[in-house]
T-cell receptor, first 116, second 109 residues
């Protein structure tokens, strides 16, 4: 069964509004979670690393004031797209590593964001 | 800088026609080599992690192998439901996974 969930699975919003996406690890704790963005027929692009209890680490070129990340607990990270524009429309996916002897990284089902 | 290269970019197979997907990676600091399956509009589904050269793992019609420079995902007698994009990723140390661009597999009945 799924070990990482995301909510919502899809969202449509108007330009200028903000959208929050939640990522939860379901049966394990994750001090670190990752946020990716994926354009059609392209691979995953890492946006940022979410760290529980501290600031997120953003990849080069990703605006931290636009993509706000909060890792509020050991099972929840949120990504807020602020003042969304049509070019922010994309598929956003989170992942969480689980280390129980071996390192395994699981992905959520993704969130399709459409900004009109 | 870590690099992961997958080939071919796309592969079309007849049902039952076995084949292999390739993933080559920069060698230094390998902690793990990951394979995922991704269906359109969904998040990647974890398949395998390989940690050292010579390691092999199997799941149904899929078998992943690892050498010092590359990994192969062998698909034996594929079925149409195996159609998906297969992603390979490398982890070095404690850094995030570095993904290849994927191989889009189509299995035709």
């Amino acid at each position: 069964g799924a070990v990482v969930s995301q909510h919502p699975s899809w969202v449509i919003c108007k330009s200028g509004t903000s959208v929050k996406i939640e990522c939860r690890s379901l049966d394990f704790q994750a001090t670190t979670m990752f946020w990716y963005r994926q354009f059609p027929k392209q691979s995953l692009m890492l946006m940022a690393t979410s760290n529980e209890g501290s600031k997120a680490t953003y990849e080069q070129g990703v605006e931290k004031d636009k993509f706000l990340i909060n890792h509020a607990s050991l099972t929840l990270s949120t990504l807020t797209v602020t003042s969304a524009h049509p070019e922010d429309s994309s598929f956003y996916i989170c992942s969480a590593p689980r280390t129980s002897g071996r390192y395994e990284q699981y992905f959520g089902p993704g969130t399709r964001l459409t900004v009109t | 800088e870590d690099q992961v290269t997958q080939s071919p970019e796309a592969l079309r197979l007849q049902e039952g026609e076995s084949s292999s997907l390739n993933c080559s990676y920069t060698v230094s600091g390998l902690r793990g080599l990951f394979w995922y399956r991704q269906d359109p509009g969904k998040g990647p589904e974890f398949l395998f992690t390989l940690y050292s050269a010579g390691e092999e793992k199997e799941k149904e019609r899929l078998k992943a192998t690892l050498t010092k420079k590359e990994s192969f995902l062998h698909i034996t007698a594929p079925k149409p439901e195996d159609s998906a994009t297969y992603l390979c990723a490398k982890q070095s140390g404690n850094t995030p996974l570095v993904f290849g661009k994927g191989t889009r597999l189509s299995v035709i009945a």
